[in-house]
């Protein structure tokens, strides 16, 4: 388990002085596998990721998040979409959620408060597994928080990425909608181009907040953003 309340350390301070490891040979790799090792080595946010035993430094977004909107309330039901390698489940089990579920098309290493499920969130019959679990006998249980930090595989053309990414988004948000309760949160990665503007009238018929973030663990050179929806107004017809 990551250590509790342990933070990454500031960007830009002492940690930039440790942006000096070079990979001496590049026999047997790619321009761009060596380009992403090095950056890897050299980034702070792995480094404490890897020192404080969270499973990827995706989850000092989630606690940057949660600082900023106070997403994952004590005992909440949270539902983790695409949750491989378990990051975010970590941070939302250390927060306090009640239950946390996590859920992918791959195998992910147990994390001791969650529970992983394999599979598909575009199955019909998904949404009913999992306000059954989420639930049980309770007919009006739901969750409290959907996560989704999907993205889709690259191509490396932006303005296909861009668009591949936001229909992941909106698919998120439509399963989201499924299962919240009333007054529920709902926080999507997005990409930046000009796309993500039609997510948000969706976003804020079925919200009352909606907001865009870019948290200081995003890489200044990615177009990364996250949408935050808080306080869902219920199931209405768009």
């Not at 890897?50 to 430094?57: D, K, M, N, V």
């Not at 939302?92 to 598909?120: C, K, N, S």
């Not at 990665?189 to 907040?209: C, D, I, N, S, Y």
Request: aromatic letters at 6%; charged letters at 20%.
């Amino acid at each position: 388990m990551a250590a509790k309340g342990a933070k990454p350390p500031p960007p830009g301070r002492g940690a930039q002085r440790n942006l000096s490891v070079r990979l001496r040979t590049a026999t047997g790799r790619s321009a761009a596998s060596q380009r992403w090792l090095e950056r890897q080595l050299n980034d702070p946010y792995v480094a404490a990721a890897r020192a404080q035993g969270w499973r990827s430094r995706a989850a000092f977004k989630l606690i940057e998040l949660d600082d900023r909107y106070h997403l994952i309330r004590k005992g909440a039901r949270v539902l983790d979409l695409g949750a491989a390698p378990g990051g975010w489940s970590q941070v939302a089990v250390q927060r306090g959620a009640g239950q946390v579920l996590g859920l992918d098309l791959l195998p992910i290493e147990p994390v001791p408060g969650a529970t992983f499920l394999v599979g598909d969130f575009h199955d019909a019959d998904m949404p009913a597994r999992l306000q059954a679990l989420l639930g049980g006998a309770d007919a009006a249980a739901g969750a409290d928080l959907v996560l989704s930090d999907m993205a889709p595989n690259t191509t490396g053309h932006a303005a296909t990425d861009h668009l591949r990414i936001m229909a992941l988004a909106e698919l998120a948000l439509d399963f989201a909608c499924k299962v919240l309760v009333p007054g529920g949160a709902f926080v999507a990665k997005v990409f930046q181009g000009g796309a993500e503007r039609q997510l948000l009238e969706p976003l804020k018929l079925r919200f009352t907040a909606v907001r865009h973030a870019k948290p200081d663990a995003s890489r200044k050179d990615s177009s990364e953003l996250y949408v935050v929806a808080n306080g869902f107004r219920g199931v209405t017809p768009l």
